[in-house]
């Protein structure tokens, strides 16, 4: 690809200046930047997703020009982006042959082709799913496997991934890179969106760094660090970090330097608490789980994919109501999620956290009527000042009336985060805050978590990322099966091995399941 341009009118946003990218055949190639720096938005082009406005695209030496996804498909180029499209009711080899489904009598769905198509991607390629297993019964993890494999069926020689670990847990990321290095070694070129240096370094066979919008470099991994690499993506440090809340201590955003003080007293508890879900003939999702969190504290709670976790972030925030057991903010039981009391920064921060169709500064002022609608008026004035302040203190690269849904993943967990934060919440939940978010947005955001700490907040991180949850935790309590096997103190024995093996249920503490005190 080479001088690629890709501007947006609506938005005044030039995503692609002259973008450049070469791949080898047969490699793993890693595309990496900071959010908003274009990585994504020139893949999209090469999938067909998008139009550059100038700039050509090679294939084998030859030019071609790609009007859409089925002809990028023709030219053996297949895309898994970061919202996955299967069909949950479809079973892994419907899903597999979609929209190139095998035909008896030429009109009927061939069932069993199907299925022994299916069979054969997933042997030849190492994926151990079943091709007659339901899409909604899989994992985040063998989702993205069957997302894969629908390329391959569709013999695509050039895969594009974009940030295909931002939902995995450590252990789930190692089993899709040996996926990737079998793809390779297949001959396949595979080429990768990410923003982890680790994982740059540990997968990768060449690189490519983009910054706003420009191709900035681009050379064999083995050649640069991990420093390297994370300097050219960030560039001269302009005003995202130093925006960041100053008095929050530079040690809090370092693995294993968490710095606590006396915790206060107990803002936040859940007393046996269970969720039973009724589609799964009343298996608990949740099962007797017993948790405290106390002001000036960060309580971290972790655990893989179908732990319970996105379970127990329904149950804190209120978007779920317990089975059996109590939840207890400041002393009384759950209402109604109350703006002043409660701080809430979803792991679906687009859906969940944010209206896209909506301006910035309608998502930072909405929630709180009684400051910005005094008498059910909106107070115009007192909103966009709010808004123009908000995005100065926390960075925010757009304009007060930008539709947040044009914006980057990092600017939108920031807006998240002006407006969760701006109450001064005794209590406060944080969901995967970091996945998908570039170096300088997720220490932004260490930083202002540290930072709530400090003033006095109960804070409850939930996270599959090791690094957030050892970065901040004064505690760390683990999810397996639903419930708490392990609670560990900052010290000596809180470490990657520990949280990995009680993640995985290795261990006496996981095999006995105990309800916990955490």
Not at 496 to 501: C, F, K, M, N
């Amino acid at each position: 690809m080479e001088g690629i341009r890709k501007y947006y009118p609506s938005s005044g946003v030039l995503a692609n200046d002259s973008s450049r990218l070469v791949v080898e055949a047969g490699e793993i190639h890693a595309l990496v930047g900071e959010n908003g720096a274009g990585k994504s938005t020139l893949m999209r082009i090469l999938y067909g997703l998008e139009s550059p406005d100038s700039g050509t695209i090679s294939l084998g030496g030859r030019g071609v020009r790609i009007r859409g996804p089925a002809q990028a498909g023709r030219l053996g180029i297949g895309m898994v982006q970061q919202h996955f499209t299967l069909v949950p009711d479809f079973s892994v080899a419907e899903n597999i042959v979609l929209g190139r489904e095998p035909r008896k009598a030429c009109l009927f769905f061939d069932k069993k082709r199907a299925e022994e198509a299916a069979s054969a991607i997933l042997e030849e390629h190492g994926f151990r799913l079943s091709p007659s297993a339901s899409v909604a019964t899989l994992s985040i993890a063998e989702r993205q496997e069957l997302e894969i494999a629908k390329l391959l069926y569709r013999e695509a020689e050039i895969l594009i991934l974009d940030e295909p670990t931002a939902l995995l847990a450590e252990g789930e990321a190692e089993g899709l890179f040996a996926s990737l290095r079998r793809l390779r070694n297949a001959g396949k070129t595979v080429i990768l969106i990410t923003h982890r240096v680790r994982e740059v370094k540990e997968v990768s066979d060449a690189v490519t760094v983009m910054r706003r919008g420009r191709s900035v470099a681009a050379f064999a991994t083995e050649d640069a660090d991990e420093a390297t690499i994370a300097e050219l993506m960030m560039g001269p440090r302009r005003c995202a970090p130093a925006a960041a809340p100053t008095d929050a201590p530079a040690a809090a955003v370092n693995p294993g330097a968490a710095s606590a003080g006396a915790a206060g007293a107990e803002v936040f508890s859940m007393r046996s608490v269970s969720l039973v879900s009724r589609r799964r003939g009343g298996r608990p999702l949740v099962d007797s789980l017993c948790l405290s969190v106390r002001s000036g504290e960060i309580l971290g709670v972790c655990g893989m994919v179908g732990s319970g976790l996105g379970d127990l972030e329904d149950l804190v925030s209120g978007f779920a109501r317990p089975s059996r057991g109590a939840i207890l903010l400041e002393g009384t039981r759950y209402g109604r999620r109350r703006r002043r009391r409660l701080g809430y920064v979803p792991a679906d921060r687009m859906g969940r956290g944010s209206c896209l169709e909506a301006s910035v500064l309608d998502n930072l002022v909405a929630l709180d009527r009684g400051r910005f609608f005094p008498g059910g008026l909106a107070d115009l004035a007192g909103s966009r000042a709010f808004a123009e302040e908000s995005m100065s203190r926390y960075a925010v690269a757009a304009r007060a009336e930008d539709k947040v849904g044009y914006l980057s993943g990092g600017n939108v967990q920031k807006i998240v985060l002006a407006r969760e934060l701006a109450g001064g919440a005794p209590f406060l939940v944080f969901s995967n805050p970091t996945h998908g978010l570039d170096i300088a947005s997720s220490e932004f955001v260490l930083r202002s978590i540290a930072d709530a700490r400090s003033r006095g907040a109960a804070v409850l991180l939930l996270s599959a990322d090791l690094d957030e949850i050892l970065a901040l935790s004064d505690r760390v309590a683990v999810m397996y099966r639903g419930r708490i096997v392990a609670e560990i103190g900052r010290g000596p024995g809180l470490d990657r091995r520990a949280l990995g093996r009680a993640m995985l249920g290795l261990g006496a503490e996981a095999e006995e399941a105990p309800s916990g005190q955490a």
